[in-house]
């Protein structure tokens, strides 16, 4: 069992053993069933971005428990899941209540980048972003592209 190690000259292996990061490609072999609407990697990149700026703001929610009762309320956003967290069973209602109350929701490919772009070294696996008028540009234009998605019936 030896190890075939990557050609250092090609970009890709550079661009990745500087990054220390998995590509898209990557990791979208973990992603659940129940993935779809997946965001694509210009949207991905989007949403974390307009969710580091509602940090800053204070205007997100983070985790199943603090998310379904932000929805059970009425509060309004974009939730963002993550494809990759399993067992699934944690999170599968969430979609539907989304569907319920016409709130859109989309997914990404890793609970870990959800996390950080949350400013947290722990993954999460649901977080939903709510509008404010510090990145109402922002935020309009991530709401355009997820309403955009097909949703799977």
């Keep these: 069992m030896t190890k075939v190690k990557a050609d250092p000259d090609r970009p890709e292996a550079q661009a ?9 490609q990557e990791l979208l072999v973990n992603q659940n069933p129940i993935a779809p609407p997946l965001a694509s990697r210009p949207l991905t990149r989007k949403l974390c971005k307009c969710i580091k700026k509602a940090v800053k703001q204070k205007q997100i929610r983070r985790g199943v428990k603090e998310v379904q009762k932000s929805v059970n309320k009425g509060e309004k956003g974009i939730m963002v899941l993550a494809g990759d967290t399993l067992p699934i069973e944690v999170y599968c209602h969430l979609p539907v209540m989304c569907e319920d109350r016409n709130l859109p929701y989309v997914y990404i490919p890793s609970k870990t980048d959800l996390g950080a772009a949350a400013g947290s070294k722990r993954p999460t696996c649901v977080i939903m972003v709510k509008p404010h008028e510090e990145y109402q540009e922002a935020y309009d234009e991530c709401l355009e592209e997820v309403q955009s998605l097909p949703l799977v019936l």
């Design 16 to 24: 990745a053993a500087c990054s220390g990061e998995r590509t898209y």
